[in-house]
């Protein structure tokens, strides 16, 4: 339940201090540890087992060689993974940390901007899964919880795991899984290693629109050693990269109909964009091992990402959505006007501009403590935060003001199904004398009836942060149970989001009218056939006092600032098993994880704007516990041949915005006097406090075929999750007592329905994967070097997105069909790879500009279907091998080399293209060196 409240917000976070505290508390331990026993099995830092390489298999540089250390990591888990790892120190094998993701069997990447940013698993987002530094849980940069990989380096990293099946002594998980993103252990590493990578970026679109840079560089720095014979190790990182990241966008505002019922393009938002991301990253891990008693860990992560993202291009409105002209003659095939002649076309001029900022901090210390009786214990805490700023600037230009412009633009329209249309056009748009900073559809007369909007400004603020720790002890056993395992754990976090400030800008001459800025070059908009635009600097222009700012009056905005507090209380056992049963060796776990939340939200309650708003401040929260148990069973059923079985519930915490108190509301003073509650004068729409978590129980079964010398493997799995709950809008009746009341008479009604995220029925989902790893030696010993790793699935769902009856509509971002190949040749320092991933059609919210749809897959607006996708990548490179070179290595890679665009389209009609988005493919070369 929603109630006012009043007080100052007290934040209360674990980690305040964190750094100097752990370092006290590490040398305390550390005099107390005892140091006369047995080595005690390796962990993550949260205490799960450890994913790594068997000392049974020496690992060699290059991708071959990392392929057989991710099949070795796999066959050794407990639970049912997927690894990459490293060719070698601060060298992950693809482009990105979510480029590699998407070799793994049953994920797949959300393309935003051109590059693989999100992750999904087995047909679920990134809110059904969790990300993980090194084993602690990850704020997001996200207006929720799904971890955005452009932030974390790959150079910075050793290896990724997915875990796709829950334990009880994994403290953050989720339905689809788990990403584990792990930095470099230097005392598992020998002797002293330095390695130095530079490399130079390029586009193959080249520079598309002037005031953005088309190229960028790459640099690396990896240094690696031990000291005092083996007892202290130091691993540190820097990676700076500045990646130029181009488009030509097409997006349709529509397709309305005429009198027949045929559809029309309703009008276009089309730019060129050019995106150029710069990041700062930096990495320290420092290992104190002084006894087989004794092992401390700390690790320290920054990261500071900044984007420039200019969008320049024409806001065309078109047939029956403006005053643009339909002439007769146009011509429609099956439904669709494919070819159509409109006068009186106005178009809107835009140059916009995005920034982006994001400071991550990661920390972390684990210290693992034996007694030398098999008791083994461990403490681990970290903490996590990432502040974000975001501004978005909308600037206008055009022919004239408010649909009043003397020499209007006559255009043709042509569709051709499943492209970019073709436009002709009559004027001349890089000829800057015709255009004036105006408000040219007056889109902003209602607010400024003199001089319009000359634009947009929004400026988003985020802050969240996470403090975590865990404490766990286990100890030997000689029975069926190997081990058995009792922990705690202990989360809190805090986020903050929202708008401030928001509003217009118009003319600082107080006209309608205004001239343009310097103009500084020309955008190449020949792909739509409208040839040159002119373009100036928007922000140098908002800066330099051609504007003035008029804040946003309206509640909506208000509303959407909010802050999201939760606290997790976990407590877990968990029996190891290694033992036989009916004479088949088996091993696994088998434990249960209580889980106690306890969640609050602030916000601010509105309605209306302006002089007219009433706001109220709101809190709510709830508390609650669940229960987790988990059972994985790996059999060895033959040699290098097991039969893993995974049973358990998985659980994923929801959406942050969702759990935001604030919300819009009405209050119509006509229905005061009404006791019928289909006619209570209150109404509203926002987020749900006491929202509760998707729940899962999950099944999963797979067979894996190892093949000699851990060279290659083959796997088939096939799950399926039961969901117990989902999460869809529909009306509830909430309690508006101590609200405000706008005149008349008091209500008699203290309640009234708002429409917020809730839970409800579930469904299911389930699917097949298959997975081939195979080097050529298997099949001809006289031909080596040559290898294939292939990766499909197949996933099928019945959740119903937007509750029981809304259709059969897939959930957002599900491909029903995912596959990736990689084929590699590796011999005498040369190698080469050529990887291609695939998805099939999906569901999607594409914006090409400002934020997203907040309420995601809540409701049923602003999605559309994407048409499949496949992406291409290859690598060269070639490493000297004797000599005082010995230890360079050249490179040459390239991605998206087959130009794959991101298409959407509308109403189940691939023809009713609603955007096409063309990126060109993206290059890199370098080198580097070992030492």
């Not at 004398?433 to 634009?455: E, R």
């Not at 994923?652 to 604030?662: G, Q």
């Amino acid at each position: 339940m929603h109630t006012p409240t009043f007080p100052n917000h007290v934040r209360r976070l674990l980690t305040r201090g964190l750094a100097t505290g752990l370092l006290f508390a590490q040398s305390a331990l550390i005099l107390t540890a005892q140091s006369n026993a047995e080595s005690t099995v390796a962990k993550n830092p949260d205490g799960t087992d450890k994913v790594e390489v068997l000392d049974t298999y020496k690992v060699t540089a290059g991708f071959s060689g990392s392929l057989a250390a991710a099949a070795e990591a796999k066959k050794g888990s407990q639970s049912i993974v997927e690894v990459v790892m490293a060719e070698d120190i601060g060298k992950l094998p693809d482009i990105s940390i979510a480029d590699s993701l998407t070799r793994l069997t049953g994920l797949t990447t959300q393309r935003v901007n051109g590059r693989s940013q999100g992750i999904s698993i087995r047909g679920l987002d990134g809110n059904f899964s969790t990300a993980l530094l090194n084993g602690r849980e990850q704020v997001s940069s996200s207006l929720n919880r799904n971890v955005e990989f452009d932030n974390y380096p790959s150079e910075l990293l050793n290896s990724v795991t997915v875990y796709k099946t829950g334990a009880a002594n994994q403290i953050a998980q989720g339905i689809a899984g788990t990403i584990d993103l792990q930095t470099v252990q230097p005392l598992s590493k020998t002797g002293r290693s330095l390695s130095v990578s530079s490399f130079y970026n390029w586009t193959q679109l080249g520079q598309l629109t002037p005031g953005a840079k088309k190229d960028g560089e790459r640099l690396n720095v990896a240094y690696v050693d031990q000291f005092d014979s083996g007892k202290i190790g130091v691993a540190l990182g820097y990676a700076y990269s500045s990646t130029p990241w181009e488009g030509q966008q097409f997006q349709a505002w529509g397709y309305p109909t005429d009198s027949s019922g045929n559809y029309a393009l309703g009008g276009t938002k089309s730019y060129v964009r050019t995106s150029n991301v710069d990041r700062n990253g930096f990495m320290g891990v420092f290992e104190f091992k002084p006894t087989s008693q004794i092992h401390s860990t700390v690790d320290i992560y920054f990261s500071k990402l900044e984007e420039k993202q200019l969008l320049r291009g024409l806001e065309i409105p078109m047939a029956f959505w403006s005053s643009a002209q339909l002439q007769p003659g146009y011509t429609a095939t099956g439904g669709l006007i494919t070819t159509a002649t409109l006068k009186n076309i106005q178009p809107v001029v835009r140059n916009d501009i995005v920034t982006k900022k994001n400071d991550v901090v990661a920390l972390g210390w684990n210290l693992a403590l034996g007694d030398g009786t098999g008791w083994t214990t461990v403490f681990d805490a970290g903490y996590s935060r990432i502040k974000r700023t975001e501004r978005n600037l909308e600037t206008y230009s055009g022919l004239g003001f408010n649909q009043s412009a003397a020499n209007p633009d006559t255009m043709t329209v042509t569709l051709t199904p499943g492209q970019m249309p073709s436009i002709t056009h009559n004027v001349d748009y890089s000829n800057a004398s015709l255009f004036k900073l105006t408000d040219p559809q007056g889109w902003g007369t209602g607010t400024l009836p003199v001089t319009g909007m000359q634009g947009y400004l929004k400026y988003f603020q985020s802050k969240d942060e996470l403090g975590q720790f865990k404490l766990l002890t286990k100890h030997e056993l000689k029975n069926f149970f190997s081990n058995v395992e009792i922990g705690t754990s202990y989360t809190d976090r805090f986020k903050r989001d929202g708008e401030r400030p928001t509003g217009w800008i118009y003319n600082a001459n107080g006209q309608s009218t205004a001239p343009l800025p310097p103009i500084i070059g020309n955008t190449d908009f020949s792909f739509l056939g409208l040839g040159k635009i002119y373009a100036y600097d928007p922000l140098a222009a908002l800066n330099g006092g051609t504007y003035t700012f008029l804040p946003n009056p309206n509640g909506d905005v208000i509303a959407n600032r909010w802050t999201v507090s939760e606290k997790l209380s976990r407590a877990y056992f968990q029996f190891d098993i290694d033992n036989k049963i009916a004479g088949v060796p088996v091993r696994g776990n088998v434990g249960i994880q209580a889980i106690h939340a306890d969640q609050s939200s602030t916000g601010v309650s509105t309605s209306g704007g302006g002089g007219s708003l009433v706001q109220t401040p709101v809190s709510g929260g709830d508390t609650y516990t669940d229960y987790a148990p988990s059972l994985n069973l790996t059999f060895t059923v033959a040699t290098d041949t097991f039969v893993k079985f995974g049973l358990a519930r998985q659980i994923a915490r929801p959406r942050m915005y969702d759990m935001r108190a604030a919300r819009s509301f009405s209050y119509n003073a006509s229905n005061a006097g009404s006791s019928d509650p289909g006619q209570s004068p209150w109404s509203g729409d926002g987020g749900n406090p006491q929202l509760k978590p998707w729940k899962s129980d999950s099944i999963d079964l797979t067979f894996d075929k190892y093949f000699a010398n851990n060279k290659g493997y083959v796997s088939v799995a096939g799950f399926h999750k039961k969901l117990l709950n989902y999460i869809y809008q529909q009306g509830e009746s909430v309690d508006f007592t101590g609200y405000p009341v706008s005149g008349g008479l008091p209500p008699v009604q203290k309640s009234g329905t708002v429409t917020q995220p809730m839970n409800g029925q579930g469904g299911s989902i389930q699917g097949v994967e298959f997975t081939l790893s195979l080097p050529s030696e298997l099949i001809s010993p006289a031909v080596k070097g040559f290898g294939v790793v292939f990766g499909g699935a197949y996933t099928d769902s019945s959740i119903q997105p937007w509750g029981p009856g809304s259709g059969t509509s897939p959930i957002s971002g599900l491909s029903r069909k995912v596959a990736n190949a990689t084929l590699y040749y590796e011999h005498g320092g040369f190698s080469v790879r050529v990887s291609e991933w695939y998805r099939s059609d999906y569901r999607a919210y594409i914006t090409n500009f400002g934020a997203p749809n907040f309420k995601g897959d809540v409701t049923n607006t602003g999605f559309a279907t994407a048409q499949a996708e496949k992406n291409v990548s290859a690598q060269i490179s070639y490493a000297l091998q004797n000599g005082s070179l010995k230890g360079l290595t050249f490179f040459l890679q390239g991605y998206n080399l087959n130009n794959s665009p991101l298409i959407t389209y509308n109403n189940g009609d691939r023809r009713q293209v609603m955007n096409y988005q063309k990126y060109g493919a993206s290059y890199s070369t370098g080198a580097s060196f070992k030492f």
